[in-house]
């Protein structure tokens, strides 16, 4: 297949926008090759500037549960965008949104919508410092919550693909409140907690999806669920990407540890820029403009993305046996995968979380960042770059995590292990 068209893109990009992207990981460094430059999306399928057309696994990284094109979804915002595109002041429909969300969780009462993952992480983080008046937050290594300054700190996703530990242009005296632990170790996180006694917040990706999909062990949940609570800390479950993915109620689907605090993003805005943070009254009462804790927003709240949210959730909620689908194709993916791995002496770890999937190229069990480090990244780039070639669009950085959409069915899939027994054999 032919890629010209793409590579004089890029090349046009570059000349004046940084690496010819918005968002790093998008620039394939860490694969190798020329980004693919979309024309348009279709079902499961995308389509690039040169007519290719590739199963896309990356879903925009997340949001298009039911894939490209929706028609409920389109239809929604074609007829939103005719009364106006934002007013910056209340609409109805962000009540509509907000107690759709909040009828599905227990401990939700409240939620406030923002424009991004990283905002609504931003705004939580300082929920939970202004909630519990004290400054310290613990994070886990290879987990990504946003680029905010006191979230770039080993962060997972882009940052870890590129092996940088932290971002020059954020200052040290911002980071110094933040403690690292290791995922799925909670001696590294009592540590934390004798370390300081200002610890306003811990925060985790229950799934974690931006070191490759790393879910954590229930046993760890409940002990960290205690150890807050012990403390006095709140735990923030950040659900920007497992929100409505992982299963309707996102990791709360698999753990029965509740959270204080959970942002979500990605899915919530239908492929709109969406995310919110939400969490029991007592706590969302200490926002302005009720208390004192400032967070503001021009769009928040947009009347063209809360009906895109809410087109989906309405069809996520409708259709019960949405997400059982969803994960008997994404089983179905990556056992398939694992086992034209074997065949050619290539061992794969496959994990599974509703409608996100992930595989490593390692030997051994995948528990935390230095495990999920220790994969094959050269065999993964040859591995991605030829499926690419044969028309598969899997993220581009071993690690992050593969999504499945409502349009993709049991015969897409097998064609993709099909074509993946050849790679494999290629690669071998
Ligand atoms: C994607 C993501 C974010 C950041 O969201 P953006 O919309 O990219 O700002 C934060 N946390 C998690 C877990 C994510 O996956």
């Known amino acids: ?26 620039a394939f460094k860490s694969v190798g090759g020329t980004p693919i430059f979309i024309a348009k999306g279709e079902g499961a399928h995308l389509v690039d500037i040169d007519g290719n057309r590739y199963v896309d696994f990356v879903q925009s990284w997340g949001p298009l549960i039911f894939g490209h094109g929706d028609k409920t979804i389109e239809t929604a915002v074609i007829e939103a965008v005719k009364d106006g595109l934002s007013f910056g002041a209340p609409t109805e429909v962000e009540t509509e949104l907000a107690k759709e969300i909040a009828t599905l969780f227990d401990n939700i009462d409240k939620i406030r919508f923002v424009s991004s993952g990283t905002e609504a992480v931003m705004s939580a983080i300082r929920l939970a410092r202004g909630f519990t008046g004290r400054d310290d937050i613990v994070k886990f290594t290879g987990c990504y919550h946003g680029h905010s300054d006191s979230l770039l700190v080993e962060a997972g996703s882009g940052m870890a693909t590129f092996g940088t530990p932290s971002s020059p242009g954020v200052p040290a005296d911002l980071t110094k409140h933040t403690l690292l632990a290791t995922y799925n170790d909670i001696e590294s996180v009592k540590q934390c907690f004798e370390n300081s006694k200002d610890i306003a917040c811990v925060i985790i990706e229950p799934i974690a999806g931006n070191m490759g999909l790393v879910p954590a062990d229930e046993a760890f949940l409940e002990e960290l669920e205690t150890l807050c609570h012990d403390n006095g800390a709140l735990l923030i479950f950040d659900e920007v990407m497992s929100g409505f993915r992982a299963s309707l109620k996102g990791a709360q689907g698999h753990t029965t540890v509740v959270p204080d605090i959970i942002t979500f993003g990605k899915v919530i805005g239908g492929g709109m820029p969406v995310g919110a943070f939400a969490a029991r009254a007592e706590i969302m009462n200490v926002l302005s403009p009720d208390g004192p804790v400032y967070q503001a927003g ?22 019960k046996e949405l997400y059982d689908g969803l994960e008997r194709l994404a089983k179905r993916l990556v056992l398939g995968l694992q086992e034209a791995a074997n065949a050619e002496g290539i061992r794969l770890q496959v994990d599974v979380r509703g409608s996100m999937f ?71």
């Open 1 to 26: 297949m032919s890629i010209e068209k793409s590579l004089t893109a890029f090349n046009e990009a570059k000349e004046v926008i940084p690496g010819g992207v918005d968002s790093p990981v998008r």
């Open 298 to 319: 021009t769009l928040s709240g947009n009347p063209i993305a809360m009906h895109a949210g809410l087109a989906s959730l309405g069809q996520l909620k409708a259709d």
């Open 358 to 428: 992930g595989f490593f190229f390692n030997d051994n069990p995948v528990k935390n960042f230095d495990d999920a480090l220790a994969s094959d990244t050269a065999l993964f780039a040859s591995f991605h770059q030829k499926m690419l070639a044969e028309g598969v669009y899997f993220a581009c950085s071993q690690f992050e995590t593969g999504f499945i959409c409502a349009a993709m069915d049991e015969a897409m899939i097998d064609d993709v292990i099909a074509t993946s027994k050849k790679v494999f054999a290629e690669i071998a």
